[in-house]
Nanobody, 124 residues
Framework: QVQLVESGGGVVQAGGSLRLSCAAS????????MGWFRQAPGKEREFVAT????????YYADSVKGRFTISRDNAKNTVYLQMNSLKPEDTAVYYC?????????????????WGQGTQVTVSS
């Protein structure tokens, strides 16, 4: 069992930066690939980024590549999402999630555990 709690959301102007954190409980955290998803009002939840358990492989949605960076600190049971050059279209609730082994990192159905989400609002 893994419990996830996101933090770091807020309101920022376009071009600004935010860093989201996801604190996990449970001894098995370091065995999971961890992902970030987001959901804007009236839209489906979409993949943002994923990092493998060792941190040696990362994957990004095309819309955030080059602007967002996912990282993890297994000693602290925490995964991060550094978001730079934010745009109004990045406005959404951001969720972190723990992925099942052998899952497809882009598919939300591959993720077993989810946090409650944190709101990110980018003003123009």
């Amino acid at each position: 069992q893994v419990q996830l709690v996101e933090s770091g959301g807020g309101v920022v102007q376009a071009g600004g930066s935010l860093r989201l954190s996801c604190a996990a409980s449970g001894r098995t955290f370091r065995t999971y690939a961890m992902g970030w998803f987001r959901q804007a009002p009236g839209k489906e939840r979409e993949f943002v980024a994923t990092i493998r358990w060792r941190g040696d492989s990362t994957y990004y949605a095309d819309s955030v590549k080059g602007r967002f960076t996912i990282s993890r600190d297994n000693a602290k049971n925490t995964v991060y999402l550094q978001m730079n050059s934010l745009k109004p279209e990045d406005t959404a609730v951001y969720y972190c999630a723990a992925m099942d082994p052998n899952g497809s990192y882009r598919s939300s159905s591959s993720y077993r555990y989810w946090g409650q989400g944190t709101q990110v609002t980018v003003s123009s």
